[in-house]
C-alpha cells in the first residue's frame, strides 16, 4: 500500500502547474536582477532564489502531508495565529518597523504571522464550509463565518496592515459563494459591508490618514505629483513607456533611474512592464490565468468538498493579489501594499504562496484516494 | 460548533466553478486592456514624461564679453564662480526644505520666499537662483545634503569683475538679474527670469553684444537628482569684448584729479566724440552689484541724497552759469552786436528796474576781455540787446535743452527756457529781466557736463559738433549700430559755421581765460608749454535772498564749472569739468588743467617715441656720466669729473632712454647734467673701480 502511494503521489503530482510557477519564479528573479542592479538592493535576486528554493521544499512537505490531516490540525494553528497577532502588539515580543507593529522576533528571524494566517484561514474556512455540508446557509452560519475570518482580520488591521488584512477578505467570499449563499443573503451582506466601510471612512478612526491619501490618489495621482499620487505617478509612466516590445532588460529608464519605488517588490510588475513592454506583461497575465485555471481544474476534479474549497481559497487569495497589485500599477487601484505573488521579492509572500500552492498539490494528488 | 468533525463526500457545483472561471478571465481581460491602455495607445505621451523624468537640461552659462580701453588695457574682467540654483520640480516639497536651505547658504529666509515667489508661474523645471558665489563651506553643504535636499543645484559660471574703488563705475555700468518689469517690457523678450543683464552704463546699452548666448546640456539623472551621464552639450557662444573709447591714463588721472569731490568730469576728443574718460561723484563699488546686493545696502544706495547711482556727467541738469557766454559770444559776434559793445562794468548795472550784480568792477570791457573777465556786466548788456528769442535760438542750435546722443543710457536734455517755453508750460509771458540772468547762465537755463562739453568744444573747433559715444562704432556690428542710433537720439554731428574772425575772438578770449593776469578767472590753472583754453562758471544754486535766510552751509555755495579744450583751436581734447558747490571756479578749473596735462604729457610722450618699457621693476643699468663741480647743478665752466657705475632705474617713472645714451657716450661737456639731476629714479650702488 505505502509503496502504491508513493508511486501515485509521485505521478499526480502537479508538473504542468509546478513548470509555469517555476517559469513565473523566474522571471521574477530576472526583473529582480534588472531592478536592483544599480540600487542598494543589489544581490536581492540571489536572495530570492533561496527563498523560492526554500518555497519548494516546503511545497513538497506540506504535499506529503494529507490535507485531511491538515484539516484536523487547523483549529489549534487558528488558536495559535490568534494568540500570536495578538502577541504581536505586545511592545516587548511585537517588532515595529516602518511604523508598524507586524513582526515577532524569534532569534535572529523576523516572523509576520499575518502572513500565515492566510494559510490557516483557507484551510479553517474550507472546513467550516465543508462540515457545513452543501445546504443552505442560514443567517447563523454566515455570522460565525464572518467572525472566524473578522476577528484575525481586526487584528491585523490594528497593526496596521491594511493590505494583508484585505487579502483575508477573499478566502471568506470565496467560502460564502461556493459554500451556498443565497441572493437574498449576500445583498444583505454587500449592503451591511458598504455601510461599514462607509462608516469607517468618514468615522475617521478605523483609518489613518495617510492610509486614506495612499488608498484615494489613484484615482487623480497628478493632485499630488509630489506627495501621494507620486508612486502612482511614476509607475504609470514606467508601464506607459515600456510600449509593446518593452526598452529591454536592464535599460528602463524609470526603473534603474530609481523613479520608480520598490521596483523589485511591490511595483515588480511596473518595472517588467517598462522594460518588456506589452509583450511582456500579457505573458505573464496569461501564465497566471493558466496557474489559476489548472488550479480551479483541480478543485474540479478534487476528491471531497473539503479538498476543492482548499485549492478555491487558495485560488481567492492569488486571484485576489494579482488583480490588487496589477491593478495598482496599472492605475485602477489603490496604493495597498500588497504584493504580486511568484513575482515580488520577499519571503513571506514567497513562502506563502508556495504553502498555498503545496495544499493545493496535496489535494490534487490525492484525488483518487478513497 | 464551528469546529466540526471534517464531513467528505460532498462535491463542489460546476456552474460555481464554470462562474468563477469566467470571473478571472474577464479580470484578466480588464487588466490587458488597461495595460494596452497604457502600453500601445499612451506609450508616445508616457515616454516623453519618461524623459522629462530623467534628462535635465542644465544650463551653460556664456561668459560676458570683457571691456577694453582704447589701447586694449584691461577695464572689467569675468572670474570663475559658483551659483546654487534651486529646482522646485526635483523637491517633493520644497518649502518645508527652504529653513535649512537658507541656513546651510547663509541666506535671509523672508528674502529667499520672496525669490522663490517671483517665479510662482514659472516651470517646477526652471532652475531658480538663490545664491551666487558660493563659498568652498556652502558647496560643501550643498554636496553633503544631495538626498535630503534634492533640488538644489550648483553651476559654474563667469561673473563680472569691475575696478576696484568705483573707477569708472557710472561708465561701466553694472549687471543684475533681471527684474520682473523688464521682463514685462518688450525690448526684452529674449531674457528669462534669473538672466543677468546689464542695467547701467555700457553694461546696458551694449548688453545684446556682450551677454552672449547661454549653451545647455542634457544630463541623465535619477529620481535622486544625482547625474548618470550626459546625451548632448549645446556650447555657450561667448559674448563679443568691447573696446571702449576711454584712455585709461586719462580716466586714471581724471579720477584722482576728481578726488571725493561731488560733481563730474567728461573729457573728449571733440574732433570725433570719443568719450576719454567721464567720472561722476559719489561713485559706488559696481563689484557689489555683480553678486546679488542685499536689500539694505540698495535701499541705502537707493536714498543716498547724494545719488551715487546718478552718472553726473550725462544726467545732472544743472545751471551752467558764465561757461553759457562762450555760446553768448558766438550768437553776440555772429549777429553783430558783440563787436562795437563797449561796457563799462561798476560792479553791476540796472536792468528793467533791478539792479544785476558783477563779481567785479571791472572796468572797461569789451568783447576781447570780457570772456577772461568773465565780466556779468557785458553779458547782461549783451543779452538785452540780443533778447531771448535769438538767445534761444543759437542755444538750441548749438545742442542746448537736447540729448547730445550718447550711447549711454539715461542721458538728460537739460533746458533752455524760451518765450515759448514758458508760455507752454507756465502759461505767462517772457519777463524780459529773465534774459538778462539767461545772459550769465542762470535762471531756468540747465545743462549736462557731456552738453558743455559737446557745445564748447564745436564752438572751438569752429562749429564742428560731434555726437559722443564711449565705442568705436567700426567695431559695432551694422545693425547694432544702425540701431543704437534710434535708441539713443540726440542733437548728433553737425557743422554750424562761425564766422573766422569771431572764432578766433572767442578762441583768444578763453585762452586768456587760464592766463595769469587781473580778473582773469582761472589764472592759477595755467598750464606752462600748453595752450589751454577754457571757461569758468559759478552757478548759484539759490537766489541772493534765500542764501541770506539759510545757513550758508556748504549745500548753498555755488556750483563750479570748468570747459577746457586743448589747444584753443581745433582742439584734441575738451574737459568738462563740474564741482558740485565748489563755490569758485578756479578750482574745477586746476582739476580740468590736470586732466589736460596728463593728456598733453601723454601725447607728447607718445610724440617722441618714448613709451615706458613694459617691465614695471627698477632695471640695472651700468653708466658713465660727469658730475659738474658746482653746488646746486650750476656750470661753472670748469671740466667735469667723470663717473661711471651701476644705478637701478624704474622705467615706468620719467626715464629718458636718450639721456641714458648721451651719458654713455661720453662726450658731454660739463653743463650736461647728470642723471640726478634728470629727475631720474635711481639709487647709486656701492662704488666699484672701472
Known sequence: ?370 | MVFDKVTRGEKLSSVKLTAVQYGILLMMLALAAGLWRLQVLGADNFRVLAEQNRIRKVPILAGRGKLFDRENRLIVDNYPSISCFLVREQSRNVDADLPLIARGLHLDLDQLRTALHRYRTAPGYQPIPIKQDVTADEQAFIEAHRNELPELETIDEERRLYPRDGYAAHLIGYVGEVSEEMLNDPRYAAYEPGDVVGKAGVEETYDQLLRGRDGSRDVIVDSHGREVGYLRTQHAIPGQDLRLTIDNDLQRAAELAMGDRDGAIVAMDPRNGEILAMVSRPSFDPNAFAVRIGRSDWNKLLSDPSHPLMNKAIQAQLAPGSTFKILMSVAGLQEGLAQDLHVYCNGGANFYGHYYHCDAKHGAVDIHNAIPYSCDTFYYTLADKLGIDRIAAYATRFGYGQKTGIDLPGEQAGLMPSAQWVMKYYHRKWYAGETISVGIGQGAIEATPLQLARIIGGIASDGHMVRPHVTFPDELPADFRHALQDTYPGSGNAYIPINPEDWITITDGMAQVTEPGAFHTAGSAHLDGIDLAGKTGTAQVMSHEALDRSNKGRSTFPNAWFVGVTPRRNPELVVAVLWQNGEFSYYPARIGAKVVAAYVEKQRRLAHNLQPTKAPAPVEVGAVWSVPNAKGGKDTGETAHIRAGHFFVNPGADSRPALARDARGQAAGPAHPGPAQMGMALRELPWRKP
Open chain 1, 1 to 370: 500500500m505505502s509503496q502504491m502511494r508513493r508511486f501515485l503521489s509521485f505521478r499526480d503530482f502537479d508538473w504542468a502547474l509546478l513548470a509555469m510557477v517555476a517559469l513565473l519564479c523566474a522571471l521574477s528573479v530576472f526583473e529582480i536582477y534588472s531592478a536592483t542592479l544599480h540600487t542598494k538592493y543589489t544581490g536581492f535576486h540571489t536572495k530570492q532564489m533561496f527563498w523560492i528554493a526554500g518555497g519548494l521544499a516546503a511545497m513538497f512537505l506540506f504535499a506529503k502531508i494529507d490535507y485531511h490531516r491538515l484539516l484536523d490540525w487547523v483549529p489549534w494553528a487558528y488558536g495559535f495565529c490568534v494568540v500570536a497577532l495578538v502577541a504581536v502588539m505586545v511592545p516587548g515580543i511585537g517588532h515595529k518597523a516602518l511604523g508598524a507593529r507586524r513582526w515577532i522576533k524569534l532569534g535572529p528571524i523576523l516572523f509576520q504571522p499575518s502572513e500565515w494566517v492566510k494559510v490557516v484561514l483557507i484551510l479553517v474556512v474550507a472546513r467550516y464550509f465543508a462540515n457545513l455540508g452543501a445546504r443552505s446557509l442560514t443567517g447563523r452560519d454566515i455570522l460565525k463565518a464572518l467572525a472566524l475570518v473578522g476577528i484575525p482580520m481586526l487584528l491585523v488591521l490594528k497593526q496596521p496592515d491594511l493590505g494583508t488584512a484585505l487579502t483575508y477578505t477573499p478566502i471568506l467570499i470565496a467560502g460564502l459563494f461556493l459554500g451556498g449563499i443565497n441572493l437574498r443573503q449576500s445583498l444583505i451582506l454587500i449592503t451591511a459591508a458598504i455601510v461599514l466601510v462607509a462608516g469607517a471612512w468618514s468615522s475617521g478612526k478605523a483609518l489613518k490618514p495617510y492610509q486614506k491619501a495612499r488608498l484615494t490618489s489613484f484615482i487623480n495621482p497628478d493632485n499630488d505629483p509630489r506627495g501621494t499620487g507620486y508612486q502612482i505617478r511614476q509607475s504609470l509612466i514606467a508601464v506607459g513607456s515600456g510600449g509593446i516590445w518593452g526598452q529591454g532588460a536592464e535599460k528602463g529608464t524609470q526603473t534603474q533611474g530609481d523613479f520608480l519605488p520598490i521596483p523589485h517588490a511591490d511595483f515588480i510588475f511596473a518595472a517588467f512592464s517598462e522594460e518588456h513592454g506589452f509583450a511582456g506583461a500579457v505573458l505573464v497575465l496569461l501564465l497566471y490565468f493558466l496557474i489559476l485555471m489548472r488550479l480551479i481544474q483541480n478543485a474540479q476534479t478534487a476528491a471531497d468538498l473539503p479538498g476543492a474549497l482548499i485549492i478555491m481559497g487558495v485560488v481567492a487569495v492569488l486571484t485576489f493579489q494579482i488583480a490588487v497589485n496589477v491593478g495598482m500599477v496599472i492605475g485602477f487601484m489603490p496604493v495597498t501594499g500588497i504584493p504580486l505573488p511568484l513575482m515580488s521579492y520577499g519571503g513571506s509572500s514567497v513562502l506563502f504562496t508556495f504553502l498555498a500552492l503545496g495544499v493545493a498539490m496535496n489535494v490534487r494528488m490525492r484525488r483518487f484516494v478513497n
